[in-house]
Protein backbone atom coordinates (compact mmCIF):
# COMPACT_ATOMS: atom_id res chain seq x y z
CA UNK A 1 0.00 0.00 0.00
CA UNK A 2 2.68 1.81 1.12
CA UNK A 3 4.56 1.52 -2.47
CA UNK A 4 1.51 2.47 -4.27
CA UNK A 5 1.26 5.67 -2.48
CA UNK A 6 4.71 6.54 -3.54
CA UNK A 7 3.99 5.13 -7.05
CA UNK A 8 0.82 7.48 -7.02
CA UNK A 9 3.00 10.71 -5.91
CA UNK A 10 5.76 10.47 -8.49
CA UNK A 11 3.16 9.84 -11.31
CA UNK A 12 1.11 13.04 -10.24
CA UNK A 13 4.38 15.18 -10.10
CA UNK A 14 5.56 13.93 -13.67
CA UNK A 15 1.92 15.05 -15.40
CA UNK A 16 2.23 18.07 -14.01
CA UNK A 17 4.00 20.50 -16.52
CA UNK A 18 6.62 22.15 -15.53
CA UNK A 19 5.28 25.79 -14.11
CA UNK A 20 8.62 27.20 -13.63
CA UNK A 21 8.68 28.41 -17.67
CA UNK A 22 5.38 30.67 -16.59
CA UNK A 23 6.62 32.44 -12.91
CA UNK A 24 10.08 33.00 -14.35
CA UNK A 25 8.50 34.89 -17.22
CA UNK A 26 5.77 36.98 -15.18
CA UNK A 27 9.04 37.49 -13.23
CA UNK A 28 11.29 38.82 -15.90
CA UNK A 29 8.47 40.75 -17.61
CA UNK A 30 7.32 42.82 -15.09
CA UNK A 31 10.87 43.59 -13.19
CA UNK A 32 11.92 44.88 -16.77
CA UNK A 33 9.16 47.52 -16.96
CA UNK A 34 9.59 48.51 -13.52
CA UNK A 35 13.19 48.43 -13.91
CA UNK A 36 13.13 50.41 -17.12
CA UNK A 37 11.46 53.42 -14.70
CA UNK A 38 14.37 52.70 -12.41
CA UNK A 39 16.98 53.05 -14.97
CA UNK A 40 15.32 56.19 -16.11
CA UNK A 41 14.74 54.79 -19.87
CA UNK A 42 11.30 56.02 -19.36
CA UNK A 43 9.79 58.96 -18.00
CA UNK A 44 8.87 58.76 -14.17
CA UNK A 45 5.23 59.59 -14.99
CA UNK A 46 5.45 56.26 -16.91
CA UNK A 47 6.51 54.35 -13.99
CA UNK A 48 2.84 53.23 -12.89
CA UNK A 49 2.09 50.93 -16.02
CA UNK A 50 3.86 47.68 -13.66
CA UNK A 51 1.22 47.70 -11.47
CA UNK A 52 -1.09 46.00 -13.58
CA UNK A 53 1.54 43.49 -14.84
CA UNK A 54 2.81 43.30 -10.63
CA UNK A 55 -1.12 42.14 -10.00
CA UNK A 56 -1.47 39.49 -12.85
CA UNK A 57 1.60 38.62 -14.36
CA UNK A 58 4.34 39.13 -12.11
CA UNK A 59 2.14 38.63 -9.68
CA UNK A 60 -1.55 36.11 -9.87
CA UNK A 61 0.47 34.32 -12.63
CA UNK A 62 3.68 33.17 -10.47
CA UNK A 63 1.90 32.94 -7.44
CA UNK A 64 -0.18 29.74 -9.42
CA UNK A 65 3.55 28.69 -10.60
CA UNK A 66 4.32 28.33 -7.12
CA UNK A 67 1.11 26.59 -6.22
CA UNK A 68 2.05 24.13 -8.84
CA UNK A 69 5.76 23.47 -7.93
CA UNK A 70 4.10 22.46 -4.34
CA UNK A 71 2.46 19.81 -6.19
CA UNK A 72 5.79 18.65 -7.76
CA UNK A 73 7.17 18.79 -4.81
CA UNK A 74 9.93 21.46 -5.81
CA UNK A 75 10.30 23.40 -2.14
CA UNK A 76 12.67 25.58 -3.84
CA UNK A 77 10.30 26.32 -6.66
CA UNK A 78 7.24 27.00 -4.50
CA UNK A 79 8.73 29.27 -2.09
CA UNK A 80 10.32 31.41 -4.98
CA UNK A 81 7.42 31.93 -7.26
CA UNK A 82 4.84 31.90 -4.31
CA UNK A 83 6.76 34.70 -2.39
CA UNK A 84 7.53 36.75 -5.41
CA UNK A 85 4.08 36.24 -6.76
CA UNK A 86 3.19 37.68 -3.54
CA UNK A 87 5.73 40.33 -3.60
CA UNK A 88 4.49 41.89 -6.73
CA UNK A 89 0.96 41.95 -5.86
CA UNK A 90 1.99 43.67 -2.15
CA UNK A 91 4.15 46.38 -4.25
CA UNK A 92 1.53 47.22 -6.94
CA UNK A 93 -1.24 47.61 -3.91
CA UNK A 94 0.69 49.93 -2.06
CA UNK A 95 1.76 51.76 -5.11
CA UNK A 96 -2.43 51.40 -6.00
CA UNK A 97 -3.25 52.67 -2.50
CA UNK A 98 -0.72 55.91 -2.64
CA UNK A 99 -1.47 56.66 -5.98
CA UNK A 100 -5.42 56.87 -4.87
CA UNK A 101 -3.98 58.91 -1.79
CA UNK A 102 -5.28 56.22 0.93
CA UNK A 103 -1.59 55.52 1.93
CA UNK A 104 0.47 59.49 2.44
CA UNK A 105 4.12 58.52 3.25
CA UNK A 106 5.16 61.82 2.39
CA UNK A 107 8.96 62.62 3.26
CA UNK A 108 9.16 58.92 4.76
CA UNK A 109 8.31 57.16 1.16
CA UNK A 110 11.64 56.59 0.73
CA UNK A 111 12.18 54.73 4.22
CA UNK A 112 8.61 53.23 3.82
CA UNK A 113 9.99 51.30 0.28
CA UNK A 114 13.55 50.70 1.65
CA UNK A 115 12.25 48.87 4.64
CA UNK A 116 10.18 46.64 2.19
CA UNK A 117 12.94 45.75 -0.24
CA UNK A 118 15.58 45.02 2.61
CA UNK A 119 12.97 42.62 4.15
CA UNK A 120 12.48 40.99 0.39
CA UNK A 121 16.70 41.35 0.35
CA UNK A 122 16.82 39.42 3.64
CA UNK A 123 14.67 36.45 2.48
CA UNK A 124 16.50 36.96 -1.01
CA UNK A 125 20.05 36.13 0.53
CA UNK A 126 18.96 32.48 1.33
CA UNK A 127 17.08 31.82 -1.62
CA UNK A 128 20.37 32.84 -3.60
CA UNK A 129 22.10 30.59 -1.33
CA UNK A 130 20.09 27.98 -2.05
CA UNK A 131 20.41 28.43 -5.72
CA UNK A 132 23.56 26.91 -6.10
CA UNK A 133 21.93 23.77 -5.68
CA UNK A 134 19.68 24.34 -8.39
CA UNK A 135 21.15 25.19 -12.19
CA UNK A 136 23.74 28.04 -13.33
CA UNK A 137 20.76 29.67 -15.26
CA UNK A 138 18.54 29.64 -11.76
CA UNK A 139 21.52 31.27 -9.95
CA UNK A 140 22.12 34.07 -12.16
CA UNK A 141 18.47 34.80 -12.22
CA UNK A 142 19.00 35.01 -7.65
CA UNK A 143 22.39 36.50 -8.27
CA UNK A 144 21.20 39.43 -10.30
CA UNK A 145 18.80 39.62 -8.23
CA UNK A 146 20.40 39.77 -4.87
CA UNK A 147 22.60 42.92 -6.40
CA UNK A 148 19.47 44.31 -7.93
CA UNK A 149 18.07 44.55 -4.39
CA UNK A 150 21.25 45.53 -2.52
CA UNK A 151 21.61 48.57 -4.93
CA UNK A 152 17.79 49.76 -4.96
CA UNK A 153 17.49 49.32 -1.07
CA UNK A 154 21.00 52.05 -1.01
CA UNK A 155 18.65 53.85 -3.82
CA UNK A 156 15.33 53.99 -1.92
CA UNK A 157 17.30 55.42 1.85
CA UNK A 158 19.35 57.82 -0.54
CA UNK A 159 22.62 56.68 -0.71
CA UNK A 160 22.57 56.63 -4.63
CA UNK A 161 20.40 57.14 -7.43
CA UNK A 162 17.62 54.37 -8.59
CA UNK A 163 19.49 53.92 -12.40
CA UNK A 164 22.15 51.40 -11.30
CA UNK A 165 19.62 48.72 -9.40
CA UNK A 166 17.62 49.68 -12.53
CA UNK A 167 19.96 48.67 -15.00
CA UNK A 168 21.04 45.65 -12.88
CA UNK A 169 17.36 44.98 -12.98
CA UNK A 170 16.73 45.24 -16.90
CA UNK A 171 19.86 42.13 -16.47
CA UNK A 172 17.70 40.11 -13.83
CA UNK A 173 14.82 40.28 -16.06
CA UNK A 174 16.98 38.95 -19.29
CA UNK A 175 18.47 36.17 -17.05
CA UNK A 176 14.55 35.00 -16.29
CA UNK A 177 13.74 35.26 -19.46
CA UNK A 178 16.11 33.16 -20.81
CA UNK A 179 15.79 30.98 -18.37
CA UNK A 180 12.01 30.49 -18.47
CA UNK A 181 13.00 30.51 -22.29
CA UNK A 182 14.69 27.39 -21.47
CA UNK A 183 12.48 25.43 -20.13
CA UNK A 184 9.56 25.98 -23.23
CA UNK A 185 12.07 25.39 -25.69
CA UNK A 186 13.62 22.69 -24.16
CA UNK A 187 10.44 21.10 -23.40
CA UNK A 188 8.76 21.39 -26.61
CA UNK A 189 11.86 20.12 -28.73
CA UNK A 190 13.17 17.49 -26.42
CA UNK A 191 16.82 18.19 -26.42
CA UNK A 192 18.60 21.01 -25.05
CA UNK A 193 18.22 24.57 -27.67
CA UNK A 194 18.86 26.46 -24.45
CA UNK A 195 21.45 25.31 -22.02
CA UNK A 196 20.57 25.85 -17.79
CA UNK A 197 23.83 24.21 -16.67
CA UNK A 198 24.05 21.61 -14.78
CA UNK A 199 22.09 20.69 -11.59
CA UNK A 200 23.85 19.88 -8.56
CA UNK A 201 22.85 16.57 -6.81
Do not use: H
Amino acid sequence: MGDNNVKAEVSLAAATADPAALGLGGFALTTFVLSMANAQFIALAAKPVFVGLAFFYGGLAQLLAGMQEFKKNNVFGATAFSTYGAFWMSLAFVVLMELLGVLKFGEAAGQATGLFLVAFTIFNTYMWIGSFRVSVAVCAVFTTLEITFILLDLAEFGFISSVPGGIMGIICALTAWYTSAAVVLNTVYRRTVLPVGPLNK
